[in-house]
């Protein structure tokens, strides 16, 4: 069993270090300084814990400040990644509820994320039941989007656990995600701890594993699903889109409703995050480019409403 990826305790936000894994570790956030510094670091990353962290963050915050100080170390917050929505969502919350109530309501996002990922959960495996049959599926996946980018249970993974506890779950591939190496790194290790039999893929072996047929489906989490459908996910997602489209397999998104921003219409309009380029010119931390070289570094890409074949959240299953 893992820890809990985030949690308050007297004081402070207690994280699962993420720049850590497969060895695991834990930092604990006392101030707003070094809770923007762990954002930004990926310390904490996905989507929902990102949620989390923003509306927890807000708590700390409102520990010694209030008024136009509490709402700039908030905006501090909120900025500190721009792409996974659930940040500014969750430092938003905390903030509407005040100082005297900001840690309530973090508390209250925090239990229901863990909520929202047994839903999606299950309706994400009984969805895919539905669209492949009554047999048991071989599930790509990307980045990560589970546990440890939520609470304790996971979107995607939270899918593909049921399916495994309703005896349909065959394999997951998991793209190993460079830069960072989110899939070989930390989908692995909740792939381990759970005993989910699973195979980590290079990114680039990605589409044609999905053309030889050696998968079903591809489940993946969302960092901010624009109104109109378009998915914002880990760079490297699109092209997974693509190549279920070309073989006809369903590409699925699993993500909470604070995922949805209704605010956004299109994918036009997401910020995607431009990394440090020197994350693509090394390797863990190496460099392994030589001297001049340059590189591009998006986070993110979007995948347009049209490749995808449903989006699950707790509440729906969505055909954008
Ligand atoms: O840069 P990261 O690691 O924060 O990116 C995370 C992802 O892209 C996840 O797929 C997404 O946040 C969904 S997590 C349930």
């Known amino acids: ?6 949690d ?23 101030t707003v300084d070094e809770l923007v510094d762990a954002i930004r670091r990926l310390v904490v990353r996905g989507a929902p814990a ?82 492949c049959g009554d047999r048991a599926l071989r599930i790509h996946t990307h980045c990560n989007a589970g546990a440890l980018a939520c609470v304790e249970w996971g979107t995607a993974l939270g899918v593909v656990r049921d399916l495994r506890a309703d005896g349909r779950l065959e394999l997951v591939v998991a793209d190993e995600t460079r830069p960072l190496l989110q899939g070989a790194r930390i989908t692995a ?36 699903i624009a109104a109109n459908g378009d998915v914002a996910n880990k760079i490297g997602t699109y092209p997974l889109a693509l190549a279920a489209a070309r073989a006809g397999i369903p590409f699925v998104v699993a993500a909470p409703e604070s995922t949805v921003d209704l605010d956004t219409p299109d994918g036009a309009h997401i910020e995607i995050e431009e990394r440090d380029p020197e994350e693509v010119l090394g390797v863990a931390g190496r460099r392994t480019a030589p001297a001049g070289s340059d590189a591009w570094n998006p986070a993110f890409d979007v995948t347009p409403a049209d490749l995808v074949t449903a989006i699950v959240t707790e509440r729906r299953t969505w055909e954008p």
């Open 189 to 224: 290790v909740e792939l381990v701890a759970l005993g989910v039999p699973h195979r980590v893929v290079a990114d680039g072996a990605a589409a044609s594993i999905i053309a030889r047929g050696l998968v079903d489906a591809v489940v993946v989490g969302a960092d901010r």
């Open 8 to 30: 308050w305790d007297d004081g402070r936000i207690v994280l699962v270090d993420q720049t850590a894994l497969p060895d695991l570790r834990t930092a604990a956030v006392r």
């Open 50 to 131: 990102l949620g989390v962290a923003g509306a927890l963050g807000v708590a700390l915050a409102a520990r010694t400040l209030d008024g136009a100080a509490l709402a700039d170390a908030a905006e501090r917050i909120a900025a500190a990644r721009p792409t996974a929505v659930n940040l500014r969502w969750g430092v938003e919350r905390a903030l509407a509820a005040g100082p005297g109530g900001a840690l309530a309501e973090a508390l209250a996002i925090r239990d229901a994320d863990i909520a929202s990922c047994h839903a999606i959960g299950r309706r994400g495996a009984d969805l895919l039941a539905a669209l």
């Open 1 to 6: 069993m893992l820890p809990r990826t985030i």
